[in-house]
């Protein structure tokens, strides 16, 4: 498996996470620092994160990708792509359609975990 490949993998399993609501995952997956801005500009923590979608007040549905690639910068890896999510947040059932980058850095020991992610939603169309 390439680093790309890797690293595509390791985002399809932070997509699953998020979807299943796999809180243990997704603490090994997300770097302590995350930095996590939302399309609409609001800005989020792990903690935050975690504690959003453990609480069930975001529940994500599904995170369809399209349009990616992945750029390789020594240990930072940059996705960048179109995701199509259905989410309900508070009881709102909502469709998002974000053009998005992710950051994943590899650690001292080799992990590699999300350190950032932009969105800025698109128009509809």
């Not at 690293?7 to 996590?36: C, K, P, V, Y």
């Not at 750029?71 to 909502?94: H, P, T």
């Not at 950051?103 to 975990?113: E, F, K, T, V």
Request: charged share 25%; glycine share 8%; proline share 1%.
């Amino acid at each position: 498996m390439t680093g790309k490949q890797e690293i595509l993998a390791l985002d399809q399993r932070r997509r699953r996470a998020m979807i299943e609501a796999d809180l243990s995952s997704l603490e090994g997956l997300f770097n302590d620092e995350l930095l996590w801005i939302h399309g609409n500009g609001r800005i989020d923590s792990k903690l935050g994160i975690l504690n959003t979608i453990g609480s069930g007040k975001t529940k994500y549905r599904s995170i369809e990708c399209s349009d990616e690639s992945v750029r390789l910068f020594g240990s930072v890896a940059a996705v960048s792509g179109v995701a199509d999510m259905q989410v309900e947040i508070a009881g709102e059932k909502r469709t998002l359609n974000n053009r998005f980058t992710i950051l994943w850095a590899q650690q001292s020991d080799g992990l590699w975990q999300v350190v950032n992610w932009q969105s800025t939603s698109l128009p509809k169309a």
